[in-house]
Each structure stands twice: as C-alpha cells, then as structure tokens.
C-alpha cells in the first residue's frame, strides 16, 4: 500500500519527540525578462535578462563560514546556469554548462548549496551562453562578510559595467557572437555604469570611511579607475585579503571579473569633487561613481586600516620544484591561428573561422575531451601563460586561487583572474586542493567563446 503524504504525516504525529516535518524552502534566485532603464531617462528602457527583476541582479550576502542555498527558476526561454564566480566552491555547484551541469532548460530550476569558505568580494553570473547572457544583464555581486568586518562606516558595492544598447530602442544591440567583436577586443558597450545606474551617485560626509568593494562585471572592458576626493588603500584582490593594504596613489586596473576591494577616506569639502572616475576612449577622466559631500563626520580623519584578517588555507607550498606547464594564449585578428585541436581534431584556421572560433589556449579550441592538465589533489601547479595575441585577456581559473609568480621566484597576491597583456609572459602557480573539473578561460566573454575556454582536472 502506498503511504499518502496524510498518512506518513499522521504516522509523525504519533511518534514521541517527532520534529514536524517542515517544508525545507529555499531562497529563489528567478532568471527572467525585465525592463530596466539602464540609459537616461529621455532614451527608452532597455529588455534585459535579470535576476529578479533586477539589473544587476539583488546582492547576496552572507557570512564567511555559511552554507549558500538558492533555488535557481529559469523563466527565460533560453537554457541556463549559474557560475559563482571566485567561490572555492563543490565542483557540482560550479554552474558551467557542458562541464559540472547541464544548463537548466526554460521552466526547470536548479538548487546550488554550498560552503562559502572564504569572506570577501564575489559576484555571480549565468555561465550558459554567457557572453550573451552576461551582457543582457545576468549578474550580480555575492558578498562573503568576514566575521570581524573592518572598521568602516559603510561598506558599498560598485557593479560596475557597460552596456552596448541602440540609442533609439533602448534595445541591446545585436551582434552577441559577430565575428568582428569576436576576433577583436570583445563587446564595448556604449554606456557605463554601476549598480544598473549610468549616474550612480551616493553621498558621504567628510572624513567618513567607506568600504568600496569594487567589481567588473562587463563582458570586455578593461576598466582604468582612479579616485578624486578621497584618499584610499586597497585591501583586498579578487575575494582575498592583501598582506598590507597598499595605498592607492595610481591609475587602478580592473580587467573583467576582477574585483578590487578599497577602504576609502573622503578628504573632499563639503560641495568639492569626489568619487570614482574612469578612462574614457578618449583619454579623459569620466565620473563613474560620485560622491556628494554633504557636513563633515564626527571622527577626525583615521589611521591607516588595518589588514583584513586572511582567508584559511591559502599557502602555495614550494613553486620551485612544481612541474612547470605551457599555454599560450593564440589567436585573434592579426595573429591568426594557423591551426589548433577543436572537436577532437587538429584543424585549419579556414574552418575554425567558418565555426566562429578566433582563438585557443594551448594550440587547443574550446573544451576538449582531455583537460589541459591532470593535477592531483594538493599537488602544486605552476602555468606559464605566454600571449601571443595582439590583445590582452583576463585569464581565470575556477575553483581555486592563485598566486602570480614572477621570474625571480616571487609570489603575487591571490587572485583569480590575472590580466596578461600582449607580448607578455604570466605564471601562476597554486595548490590545486580542490577535486573536479575547473574551467581555465579568457574572461572576456567573447574570446571565451569563441575558443579561449580549456580545462583542468584536480583528482
Ligand atoms: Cu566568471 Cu567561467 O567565469
Ligand atoms: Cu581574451
């Protein structure tokens, strides 16, 4: 006889000390459609794919040592998945289409439950189609708050993006996958902004101290930022805590993917010029995000911010003796590829082109069946990134941090995207403690795409 759910909850009921049997709901993160002005308000609002509604989608937050449980509903009507980008995540709750999930179809959902092992900046973002599907709008930022937060009157997240939208519909231009955005520099949108805004503004009062945590979330723009108003030290790179908080005195970098956590002073008077600017094409300084200065805080300008405390387990045990791997980065317009492995075969450029592939990581097209490498758990791994292309490329390793490590043996802070410039040679080198299958890939979406997307195996 088959039990009714009456039945099995009466049968409960009966039993002494029975805890009742709760629906156990999870938090719902919906993919669907949405209308966002994302342009000023004399353009018309933009279709954007959303989370929630939103663009960017709502800010997860959550403390360094909880489990992370959202139900992921797909209301679009294209397949998709989310990746956590930055998370030292269960290979299974990576989110990659092809790799550790199938893409979740239209009207299915998906549930990701997870460890958040580290405090610090992460953001989230479909990884199905993503260069198409991050630029319509799906991410958002996933912040990990340490359990002693530093000392800070606010703590701010700047998503900061740029949109490619037709000035006369709103819409977002087509052209996802032309092969002329492909072999170049990737999607440039016409229009950047933060948190969804193209004026995103806030106010602070002079001498507070804000925390800035800042995050590129754009398919392809290198972002040059630089600070007006306000006097600031970085703190962290990409999630991961600086040994020292270094003083921002320069032009700040900021490639796709990579986030950049400031503690910002505003030394701006009431009524003068602060914020963040950036780099326009024109080699002008842009307001990005502004701050308004309104009155002065209570507290005398402050000391130097202590470091943020260090994630666990983030050591690079002896680099030296690691076996040194190659992969140049190959390809492009300029530079194109004679030939390299796609589906299983050795091909010529004619027909890589004719299937939209520009570009390969180690003489290798998009995902093959064999990874890139084999690294066995706790084995430290060294790559040396050669790019051979006339572009630069934010390289990004899933699953696991790592350090750059210069020719003088050297190690760089902990990141997990590294920007290599053409012409140049980057090593990175990490502990590989985390057993699965890990995308290594070009963060600019298209070159993704477009062949720039190998893989490693951690067993
Ligand atoms: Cu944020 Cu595979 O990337
Ligand atoms: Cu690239």
Redesign the pocket.
Known sequence: MRMTRRGFCAGLALLPLARPAVAQTMPLLTAQEAMVQLAPDTYPATPVWSYDGAVPGPVIRAAQGDRLERRLVNDLNVPTSI?W?GIRIDNAMDG?AGLTQDPVPPGHSFDYAFDLPDAGTYWY?A?TNSMEQVARGLSGALIVEETTPPDVDRDEVLMIDDWLIDPDTGRFADGFAAPMTLSHGGRIGNLVGVNGRYDYSLSARQNERLRLRLINSANARIFGLRLEGLRGWAVALDGMPLAEPGPVTDTLVLAP?QRIDLIVDVTAEEGAAAGLLFAAADDTWRALAEITVAGRSATASRDMPAPLPPNPRMEVGSPETARLRDMPLQGGAMRGLERARFRGRVTAWQELVRNGRFWALARQVGLGETPFATLSRGETARIRMTNDTIFPHAM?L?GMHFRTRNEDGALGPLRDTVLVMPNETTEIAFVAHNPGKW?L?C?MLGHAASGMTNWIMVS
Do not use: E
């Open positions: 990746h980008h990659v973002h990884h993917a990004h899933h995308l890939h963060h």
